[in-house]
């Protein structure tokens, strides 16, 4: 393996992304066995699969892990590429 110079601004970048995608790894990890959990205690109290009532923590939280994925895998969608360097250094030049 290299040495990275820590003070590097491209390694300080790649290692804040690679955070983003362990969270998001780990999350989708929790999500997928909290949901199977729920399923089976509820198989297991006498409920069918077809039962709604099975898939509402599922689907609510499906929505919250599609937007943590977006935000992790698309974080350029809605605010474009270098934005956030823009806006810091028009808000520096505000403070001179």
């Known amino acids: 393996m290299e040495n ?3 003070n590097d601004l491209r390694y300080i970048r790649a290692k804040e992304r690679v955070k983003k995608i362990k969270g998001f790894y780990i999350h989708a990890t929790v999500f997928v066995l909290v949901n199977l959990f729920i ?35 698309l974080p350029n969608i809605f605010l474009g590429k270098d934005w956030e360097e823009k806006k810091i250094k028009e808000l520096m030049d505000q403070f001179k």
């Open 39 to 73: 399923i089976a205690g509820n198989r297991q109290s006498g409920e069918t699969l077809t039962d709604m009532d099975n898939y509402w923590t599922a689907i609510i939280w499906g929505i919250v892990l599609a937007a943590h994925g977006i935000t992790v895998f």
């Open 4 to 6: 990275y110079n820590e």
